[in-house]
């Protein structure tokens, strides 16, 4: 990439990018009925940050590796992505009426067809991984991260876990740790590792990538959480052990906000330290860890 100057500049080029790559992706010629491809196309050009597409690519570019080589595994982490929100916001889980400021998929589509949208998406990334990536041992490499960062070990049983701590009346910050790191942290880690295997890292980089990987992700949730407060003072530090609206555990009410501001801080100087060997390679990875600190949306 020619280097934008700013952060700002650098975030809007690649997403600029992914956002083209993601709309050829679901090229209209294919062979699938139109409502869903309608449905898919929706969520995913619903006005994503594309935070994590954007660490494959940079993660790779710091590793040494050109971004048209990241761009199937940019697109396919986002695809993933969009079919976890498209699910969360069905009646069965969080049910939710708007994301982003739009309806959700349930409520323009239908149940039915948010359900299958979300399924065809996150086959979808699948092939784009294994048709995409040239080299063929890497492409099945990245396989195993998305699915592991996916599947059962990662967000699919983050979210089970996160649904029965609705039932828990106390909890540990290590409890919690435990559900966000899979239900958040695992896929924000795996753009890092994919980025890392298409760049052609070694394995000290990859490590150092990875730990990177787990401390931004867990700070993107306490952020998240924090964000989710705006507007809510009344929960703030008030010993609240849930998520008053969800009945879910948070850090703020597990923690207070203080505590959690504290921790995120603390996560992300770990972050940039987890990649202090990649000197200046690592400069925009070190910008986006104190963006995660500093966001407002
Ligand atoms: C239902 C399969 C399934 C998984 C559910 C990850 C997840 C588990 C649900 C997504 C909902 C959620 C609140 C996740 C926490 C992570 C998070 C803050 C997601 C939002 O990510 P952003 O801010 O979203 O990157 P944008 O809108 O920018 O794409």
Redesign the pocket.
């Given at each position: 990439m020619s280097h934008p100057s700013s952060f700002k500049e650098m975030w809007s080029t690649l997403q600029d990018l992914v956002n083209q790559r993601l709309t050829a992706a679901l090229d209209p010629s294919t062979d699938c009925p139109p409502i869903l491809k309608e449905a898919m196309s929706y969520s995913l050009s619903?006005?994503?940050?594309?935070?994590?597409p954007i660490l494959v690519l940079l993660s790779s570019e710091a590793c040494g590796g050109i971004l048209e080589s990241a761009l199937p595994a940019a697109c396919a982490i986002?695809m993933v992505?969009?079919?976890?929100?498209i699910?969360?916001?069905?009646p069965a889980?969080?049910d939710d009426a708007l994301?982003?400021g739009m309806p959700t998929s349930h409520i323009k589509f239908g149940e039915a067809n948010a359900i299958l949208a979300?399924d065809a998406l996150l086959t979808r990334a699948f092939e784009l991984l294994a048709k995409e990536i040239e080299v063929k041992s890497i492409a099945a490499e990245c396989c195993v991260d998305l699915a592991n960062a996916?599947g059962a070990v990662g967000?699919?049983g983050?979210?089970v876990a996160?649904l029965e701590s609705e039932h828990l009346t106390e909890a540990t910050l290590e409890q919690l740790e435990a559900i966000?790191r899979r239900?958040?942290g695992r896929?924000i880690c795996s753009a890092l590792t994919m980025g890392a295997r298409i760049g052609g890292s070694n394995p000290d980089m990859l490590r150092n990538l990875e730990k990177y990987g787990i401390c931004i992700g867990l700070a993107?949730?306490i952020t998240?959480d924090l964000l989710d407060l705006t507007g809510d003072e009344e929960k703030m530090g008030k010993g609240v052990r849930k998520d008053a609206e969800h009945g879910k555990l948070t850090y703020p009410s597990l923690i207070g906000v203080e505590e959690s501001r504290q921790r995120a801080q603390n996560l992300i100087e770990e972050a940039c330290l987890s990649i202090a060997p990649l000197g200046s390679h690592g400069q925009r990875l070190e910008e986006l860890a104190h963006f995660i600190l500093e966001r407002d949306?």
């Open positions: 619903a006005g994503g940050k594309r935070l994590r986002e992505h969009t079919y976890s929100l699910h969360d916001d069905l889980m969080d994301r982003r979300g996916a967000m699919v983050g979210q996160d966000h239900k958040t896929l993107f949730q998240d949306h």
